[in-house]
Nanobody
Framework: QVQLVESGGGLVQPGGSLRLSCGAS????????MGWYRQAPGNQREVVAT???????YYADRVKGRFTISRDNAKNTVSLQMNSLKPEDTAVYYC???????????????WGQGTQVTVSS
């Protein structure tokens, strides 16, 4: 059984910074794409940033230049450094990973439990 466990959310003032972390526990054979998504009240879940095992990262236009995604393949972790936070960044942030748990089994989508990020003065 694979679980994604997130940490690092909280309350921060506009212009501040937060760092989110997510680790995959359990039986993991290979992880393809990892990323962060967010969902604000009344809105659909949207992609924030993604990173493949060894390729280029992707950022939503709204966070380019402010957020940085990184992953540690040896530790099966992904992090999101968020700088210059704005009130519109307020949302529940979800970690995502596409994971193969054993050879011969197709990859499955896994999600973290979500962590609240609130940007307010």
């Amino acid at each position: 059984q694979v679980q994604l466990v997130e940490s690092g959310g909280g309350l921060v003032q506009p212009g501040g910074s937060l760092r989110l972390s997510c680790g995959a526990s359990g039986t993991v054979y290979h992880i393809y794409n990892m990323g962060w998504y967010r969902q604000a009240p009344g809105n659909q879940r949207e992609v924030v940033a993604t990173v493949p095992p060894g390729g280029s990262t992707y950022y939503a236009d709204r966070v380019k230049g402010r957020f940085t995604i990184s992953r540690d393949n040896a530790k099966n972790t992904v992090s999101l450094q968020m700088n210059s936070l704005k009130p519109e960044d307020t949302a529940v942030y979800y970690c995502h990973a596409l994971i193969i748990t054993q050879i011969g089994v197709p990859p499955l989508d896994y999600w973290g439990q979500g962590t609240q990020v609130t940007v307010s003065s």
